[in-house]
């Protein structure tokens, strides 16, 4: 696999402004550096523009007895599709999350999550995402994300927006 470390919102590396100056991503739970009770997850691109994580799904996360609880699976799969669009260089916040449980995932077994943008409508960007367990897809995730402004983060959107995105973003500026 031909991967390189994502350094846009990578824990350690913050994610690059419009302005060239560097706005974090550290408060996350999942991949934020800061937080010392959080996942800290650290996301890979590879070659074909998908991004990849591996969790070791420690037992501390179970729901039923010597199963992942379902409401981290989903927070992996958000995360992963999140980081998808941060390798885009785009900044958007989930609208709608879909998510097919197609076999338990396992505590302490290692699972390799995986997302990639589908496409983009405007200022929505549909991403999908996946959790691999043992060779076998486990769960599969579709959302829909849209570009907001960030809470302290003024009127950012996109990081590096192409002159057609740019455009459309100055008219939903109030």
């Known amino acids: 696999m031909n991967s390189s470390t994502l350094t846009i919102g990578d824990a350690h590396a913050g994610t690059p402004g419009l302005n060239g100056e560097q706005t974090q991503h550290e408060r996350c739970w999942v991949c934020g550096a800061s ?15 998908t991004v990849l994580t591996e969790f070791g799904c420690p ?8 199963v992942l609880h ?26 709608d999350l879909h998510v097919r449980f197609r076999a338990p995932v396992r505590v302490n077994t290692t699972a390799t ?12 960007e549909e991403v999908c995402a996946e959790l691999w367990q043992e060779g076998e897809l486990r769960v ?25 995105v740019q455009a459309n973003l100055s008219k939903q500026d109030p």
Do not use: C
């Open 70 to 95: 379902g409401g981290m699976v989903t927070t992996l799969l958000d995360a992963a599709m999140t980081h998808s669009l941060f390798a885009l260089h785009e900044v958007a916040m989930t609208a």
């Open 59 to 66: 037992e501390r996360y179970a729901g039923y007895p010597g």
């Open 35 to 49: 937080r010392a009770d959080g996942l800290r997850l650290k996301f890979s691109k590879d070659a074909d523009g």
């Open 140 to 164: 599969s995730a579709r959302g829909k994300f849209i570009r907001t402004r960030i809470p302290g983060q003024g009127n950012v959107y996109h990081l590096n927006p192409q002159p057609s």
């Open 113 to 124: 999550i995986r997302a990639w943008q589908v496409r983009t409508r405007g200022a929505m």
